[in-house]
């Protein structure tokens, strides 16, 4: 039983997937990260927000707008939004939500993170 404990103590690298434009996933996937980022403090996660789910960053269009700040404020969360997703929707950098960071391409920052070794999570 004490290595079953130790083994859920080992810290964790989680990215979840996000492009969904229901506000229902958008808040499924930031109570998910709080959840695990109280339960699991030494460990990183990332959401990672593209195609359909970019209202989920903007800040005058997200349901959970405030969470994400708060979570952005957590230094081992990162909130990132695709780029081109940005430029297809025309949205600007100064309309997300502080603490939203831009990444070239969503699906290329997921492959990123599993080639490091992180572990994958599509929201839906």
């Known amino acids: 039983m004490s290595l079953n404990l130790l083994a859920q ?14 506000a229902r996933v958008h808040q499924k996937a930031v109570k998910h990260v709080k959840m695990m980022s109280k339960a699991y403090p030494d460990s990183d996660f990332e959401i990672v927000v593209y195609s359909g789910a970019i209202d989920m960053v903007v800040n005058d ?30 949205i ?13 391409d969503g699906i290329l920052e997921i492959a990123q993170k599993q080639v490091k070794g992180w572990s994958y999570i599509k929201e839906q």
């Open 61 to 90: 269009k997200s349901s959970v707008a405030e969470d994400l700040k708060m979570l952005a404020e957590n230094e081992r969360v990162t909130i990132a939004v695709c780029s081109a997703t940005m430029a297809r929707d025309n």
């Open 92 to 104: 600007d950098k100064s309309a997300l939500i502080p603490g939203v960071t831009v990444v070239p």
């Open 9 to 22: 103590d080992k810290p964790v690298q989680i990215v979840f997937d996000v492009t969904s434009d229901d």
